[in-house]
């Protein structure tokens, strides 16, 4: 059985579909992430689980138990929003026991529950202190707090991480992983921020215009995508377009635009000899080195941008695109206006058929 399921989840809003033919299972005790630019239908999706949207179509199922005709309050789901809706009237230990209170707990039995969740997550203590005195992490994690007293089946997050900066979104991206392990709780959380969704997410599904394009584990949207949406959308890439000149297998070999050269890449559709296509190519699968004979480009550096660990080689290659190279050491003594031939595994490179616009 698993604690959330989707069966052909439809929204429309007159001849709009926000949310086309839609279908999950999220098993019990898993970090699930739907990933999505703005306006793809992803928080759609997640207003009908939640019971503040109605579907126009499919079944949505808790433990297995369709929930269509349940009002929000009574779904086993609990959500978290961007802006957490915390009661600034309230204290803390005021804002978590009230659902409890809602939902007719005894008097006696809510001090306690109260401290224990607190102490889950980290903050034990501070059931006295005023939520404009908490910080922006220890105001999440309260949020997270006031769900979780509940005890629901699944924790809806809206992109709560989206409010923070960027240091303490980094952080909390861990938090939030390891309090969802504490908790064993089934998360779906929302997002536009892949690294947030690669981070967290035992599976992610890649949303578009409505639809799932994807859903896999992390590392399977990363090295294996189905479609040059996904592959462009998860992680970084570097997109080169031109026309099929070859195919051989499962190979394909490519005419880039205006003059950049010919390379080879994995064909990764049924484009056919002639199609227009997009070769995406990771940084870290490009090398600064020895010309090969079938993946490789020339270019001259354009500039060397630091920045760590993710520190990159811009190369402007011969039909003036900019690519970028991650530089594990591969600078060294490079400078603006180097002569340089990029090389790549064929394989890493991936042909898929030019997306319009």
Same mark, same amino acid.
């Given at each position: 059985?698993?604690?959330?399921?989707?069966?052909?989840?439809?929204?429309?809003?007159?001849?709009?579909?926000?949310?086309?033919?839609?279908?999950? $299972?999220?098993?019990?005790?898993? &970090? &699930?992430?739907?990933?999505?630019?703005?306006?793809?239908?992803?928080?759609? =999706?997640?207003?009908?689980?939640?019971?503040?949207?109605?579907?126009?179509?499919?079944?949505?199922?808790?433990?297995?138990?369709?929930? !269509?005709?349940?009002?929000?309050?009574?779904?086993?789901?609990?959500?978290? &929003? #961007?802006?957490?809706?915390?009661?600034?009237?309230?204290?803390?230990?005021?804002?978590? %026991?009230?659902?409890?209170?809602?939902?007719?707990?005894?008097? %006696?039995?809510?001090?306690?529950?109260?401290?224990?969740?607190?102490?889950?997550?980290? !903050?034990?203590?501070?059931?006295?202190?005023?939520?404009?005195?908490?910080?922006?992490?220890?105001?999440?994690?309260?949020?997270?707090?006031?769900?979780?007293?509940?005890?629901?089946?699944?924790?809806?997050? $809206?992109?709560?991480?989206?409010?923070?900066?960027?240091? =303490?979104?980094?952080?909390?991206?861990?938090?939030?992983? #390891?309090?969802?392990?504490? &908790?064993?709780?089934?998360?779906?959380?929302?997002?536009?921020?892949?690294?947030? *969704?690669?981070?967290?997410?035992?599976?992610?599904?890649?949303?578009?215009?409505?639809?799932?394009?994807?859903?896999?584990?992390?590392?399977?949207?990363? $090295?294996?995508?189905?479609?040059?949406?996904?592959?462009?959308?998860?992680?970084?890439?570097?997109?080169?377009?031109?026309?099929? *000149?070859?195919?051989?297998?499962?190979?394909?070999?490519?005419?880039?635009?205006?003059?950049?050269?010919?390379?080879?890449?994995?064909?990764? $559709?049924?484009?056919?000899?002639?199609?227009?296509?997009?070769?995406?190519?990771?940084?870290?699968?490009?090398?600064?080195?020895?010309?090969? *004979?079938?993946?490789?480009?020339?270019?001259?550096?354009?500039?060397? =941008?630091?920045?760590?660990?993710?520190?990159?080689? !811009?190369?402007?290659?011969?039909?003036?695109?900019?690519?970028?190279?991650?530089?594990?050491?591969?600078?060294?003594?490079?400078?603006?206006?180097?002569?340089?031939? =990029?090389?790549?595994?064929?394989?890493?490179?991936?042909?898929?058929?030019?997306?319009?616009?």
């Amino acid at each position: 059985m698993y604690d959330l399921s989707c069966d052909r989840v439809t929204k429309a809003f007159g001849k709009f579909v926000a949310v086309d033919q839609v279908s999950l $299972d999220i098993p019990s005790g898993s &970090f &699930f992430s739907i990933l999505g630019p703005s306006g793809c239908g992803k928080t759609t =999706l997640m207003r009908m689980i939640a019971g503040f949207e109605t579907p126009s179509g499919g079944d949505i199922r808790i433990k297995g138990e369709s929930v !269509l005709s349940l009002a929000p309050n009574r779904r086993n789901v609990k959500m978290v &929003f #961007q802006h957490l809706a915390l009661f600034p009237m309230m204290n803390v230990g005021e804002n978590i %026991a009230y659902g409890l209170q809602c939902r007719g707990e005894k008097k %006696a039995d809510i001090p306690a529950k109260v401290r224990r969740v607190l102490e889950r997550v980290g !903050l034990p203590g501070v059931e006295e202190k005023q939520i404009g005195q908490l910080s922006g992490g220890q105001k999440q994690r309260i949020a997270i707090a006031r769900c979780m007293v509940l005890e629901p089946d699944v924790l809806l997050l $809206d992109e709560p991480l989206g409010a923070l900066d960027l240091k =303490l979104r980094e952080h909390m991206k861990i938090e939030l992983k #390891q309090l969802q392990h504490q &908790f064993e709780t089934t998360f779906l959380y929302i997002t536009h921020d892949q690294s947030e *969704a690669l981070v967290m997410s035992d599976r992610v599904a890649v949303m578009n215009a409505g639809r799932f394009e994807q859903i896999g584990t992390p590392r399977e949207l990363y $090295d294996d995508p189905v479609s040059g949406f996904v592959a462009g959308f998860v992680g970084d890439a570097n997109i080169l377009a031109g026309k099929v *000149a070859e195919i051989s297998g499962d190979e394909v070999l490519v005419n880039l635009d205006g003059g950049g050269g010919r390379i080879a890449a994995r064909r990764s $559709d049924a484009s056919a000899v002639g199609d227009e296509v997009e070769v995406f190519v990771r940084p870290e699968a490009m090398r600064i080195g020895e010309a090969a *004979a079938r993946a490789s480009l020339t270019g001259t550096v354009d500039s060397l =941008l630091f920045n760590g660990a993710n520190s990159r080689i !811009l190369v402007r290659a011969l039909n003036d695109q900019l690519i970028e190279v991650a530089d594990p050491g591969q600078s060294g003594s490079l400078a603006p206006g180097a002569t340089v031939t =990029l090389t790549f595994e064929a394989r890493r490179a991936r042909a898929f058929a030019r997306r319009q616009g």
